[in-house]
């Protein structure tokens, strides 16, 4: 089992900036995913940004040019820096892991979510 506790959320005007962070503990092997999906009322859940254990990164094309993810690896930690933030960011933020031994059987978990919003 592995434990995502995140935290980081707020209130913010567009254009401002939060940070975003997930904690993680439990059966991490060497070889993992993380990142962040959100979901907004009525939306599907979508992927905001991922970094695997080699530090390989991805970015939704909607928030590429605005966020940033980072690791922490000595505390299993992982930030969502997120700046020039706009209403359209406005969302619940849900951490997600993966061991890549689990790839196979689809196993993953996700943090609590935290709720992102931004105002006009």
């Known amino acids: 089992q592995v434990q995502l506790v995140e935290s980081g959320g707020g209130l913010v005007q567009a254009g401002g900036s939060l940070r975003l962070s997930c904690a993680a503990s439990?059966?991490?092997?060497?070889?993992?995913?993380m990142g962040w999906y959100r979901q907004a009322p009525g939306k599907q859940r979508e992927l905001v940004s991922t970094?695997?254990?080699?530090?390989?990164?991805n970015f939704a094309d909607s928030v590429k040019d605005r966020f940033a993810i980072s690791r922490d690896n000595v505390k299993n930690t992982v930030f969502l820096q997120m700046n020039s933030l706009k209403p359209e960011d406005t969302a619940v933020y849900y951490c997600?892991?993966?061991?890549?031994?689990?790839?196979?059987?689809?196993?993953?978990?996700w943090g609590q979510g935290t709720q992102v919003t931004v105002s006009s």
């Open positions: 439990g059966s991490i092997f060497s070889l993992y995913i």
């Open positions: 970094i695997t254990s080699s530090g390989n990164t």
């Open positions: 997600y892991f993966r061991n890549f031994r689990d790839v196979r059987t689809n196993v993953g978990y």
